[in-house]
């Protein structure tokens, strides 16, 4: 049941603390440094060459933070969507790596991207929330989030399992691929470790309902970020449209004056994430949209420079740039949230959508 909360949605995303600890117990030794996934030892991606990643949706955003961060790690990788797949899959070889990033495990358009890499010789690995999914038993591997039931139509905890799965999993594809650990796993593996305590600092201070209210009369609302905050953005703006039935859009935070910047407006506020890579430039782009009378709404760390520019604030902790995002993530979560319950919206059944889509 939804216990104290008035929808799944709420429940599933103050559930991720716990969520994100089932995701990586037993699976990080932050005192040893190293990554310890059973069934991918150190050498398992030895001979890999390049990455595709397979998904739509929400799980294609987490696929493209995964993507970006084997890019960032020094290795060839690429998040496609799953539906165009067929049409316009990259070249494949026999040391191409394709991965299904895919919640539910029964997404047709992933099965079907999934089937294509096969036939074609790649090798498979599915990441799903679903052990026995149909993802999961047809690939060559499968990763589980360990998320626990998603009952809410817009996925929410999924979303930051998926991430912080493949945040590791690129970390040990680009330590096969050197033969050496990447030089940041040190840092990062405690961060990791402080990911569920960071989300309820984030869950218990939150301004996201008095953000929603304030800006509950505008007329769109515009997502932006940079590196990992960039599939952030993509994430927000949709779990925005897709709960509030409000247009929203993300973009790269570097695309808003290449054409989205006629769209701005007084009444188009601009939420502007920062993970900590090019912070400055992400803030001037955001500036750029406050000189044209956006609001700007910044959702970074207390002490960050973009607070006294911003019009409002949403805090997160202090963290690494492969983590920052998703605790902005929990905070656009909550702002969705408030956002559609202002208006009345079924939440948890928003019109027209199903939780596994089994149709191509
Ligand atoms: C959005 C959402 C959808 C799913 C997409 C893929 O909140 O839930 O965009 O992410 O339909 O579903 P899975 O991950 O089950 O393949």
């Given at each position: 049941?939804?216990?104290?909360y008035d929808h799944?949605m709420l429940?599933?995303i103050h559930?991720?603390?716990?969520?994100?600890?089932?995701?990586?117990?037993?699976?990080?030794?932050?005192?040893?440094?190293?990554?310890?996934?059973?069934?991918?030892?150190?050498?398992?991606?030895?001979?890999?060459?390049?990455?595709?990643?397979?998904?739509?949706?929400?799980?294609?955003?987490?696929?493209?933070?995964?993507?970006?961060?084997?890019?960032?790690?020094?290795?060839?990788?690429?998040?496609?969507?799953?539906?165009?797949?067929?049409?316009?899959?990259?070249?494949?070889?026999?040391?191409?790596?394709?991965?299904?990033?895919?919640?539910?495990?029964?997404?047709?358009?992933?099965?079907?991207?999934?089937?294509?890499?096969?036939?074609?010789?790649?090798?498979?690995?599915?990441?799903?929330?679903?052990?026995?999914?149909?993802?999961?038993?047809?690939?060559?591997?499968?990763?589980?989030?360990?998320?626990?039931?998603?009952?809410g139509?817009a996925?929410t905890?999924?979303?930051?399992?998926?991430?912080?799965?493949?945040?590791?999993?690129?970390?040990?594809?680009?330590?096969?691929?050197?033969?050496?650990?990447?030089?940041?796993?040190?840092?990062?593996?405690?961060?990791?470790?402080?990911?569920?305590?960071?989300?309820?600092?984030v869950l218990a201070g939150s301004a996201a309902k008095t953000v929603a209210r304030r800006y509950s009369d505008s007329e769109a609302y515009f997502f932006?970020?940079?590196?990992?905050?960039?599939?952030v953005a993509?994430e927000g703006a949709l779990k925005f449209k897709e709960i509030t039935y409000e247009h929203a859009e993300g973009?790269?935070?570097?695309?808003?004056?290449?054409?989205?910047?006629?769209?701005?407006?007084p009444e188009t506020p601009v939420f502007a994430i920062?993970?900590?890579?090019?912070?400055?430039?992400?803030?001037?782009?955001?500036?750029?949209?406050?000189?044209?009378?956006a609001p700007v709404i910044a959702v970074?760390?207390?002490?960050?420079?973009?607070?006294?520019?911003a019009d409002d604030h949403l805090p997160i902790?202090?963290?690494?740039?492969?983590?920052?995002?998703?605790?902005a993530n929990v905070q656009l979560q909550l702002v969705s949230y408030h956002a559609a319950d202002l208006l009345g919206r079924p939440i948890d059944?928003p019109?027209?959508?199903?939780?596994?889509?089994?149709?191509?």
């Open positions: 049941g939804k216990g104290t799944f429940k599933e559930e991720q603390p716990t969520s994100l600890s089932q995701a990586i117990e037993g699976r990080i030794d932050p005192a040893g440094g190293r990554i310890a996934l059973a069934d991918f030892e150190p050498g398992t991606f030895a001979d890999v060459d390049s990455v595709q990643f397979v998904a739509c949706g929400t799980s294609y955003h987490a696929a493209l933070y995964g993507s970006l961060a084997l890019n960032q790690a020094g290795v060839q990788s690429t998040a496609l969507l799953a539906n165009e797949y067929s049409v316009s899959a990259p070249p494949i070889d026999d040391d191409t790596l394709v991965i299904a990033v895919t919640q539910s495990g029964e997404t047709a358009d992933t099965l079907t991207a999934l089937r294509r890499a096969a036939r074609e010789g790649a090798a498979t690995l599915t990441l799903t929330n679903v052990v026995g999914s149909t993802a999961a038993r047809e690939a060559d591997d499968a990763l589980f989030i360990r998320a626990g039931p998603e009952i139509v996925a905890k999924t979303f930051s399992s998926q991430a912080v799965m493949l945040t590791l999993l690129a970390q040990r594809i680009a330590a096969d691929l050197r033969g050496e650990p990447p030089a940041d796993l040190e840092a990062l593996l405690p961060e990791l470790e402080s990911m569920p305590a960071a989300i309820d600092d932006i970020g940079r590196g990992l905050g960039y599939p993509l973009f790269a935070s570097g695309e808003l004056k290449h054409g989205p910047l006629a769209l701005v407006t920062f993970t900590g890579q090019e912070d400055e430039k992400t803030l001037k782009n955001a500036e750029e949209a406050q000189t044209r009378g970074c760390p207390d002490d960050h420079p973009a607070v006294e520019v902790p202090d963290t690494e740039p492969d983590l920052a995002g998703l605790l059944k019109r027209n959508l199903a939780k596994s889509v089994t149709v191509e």
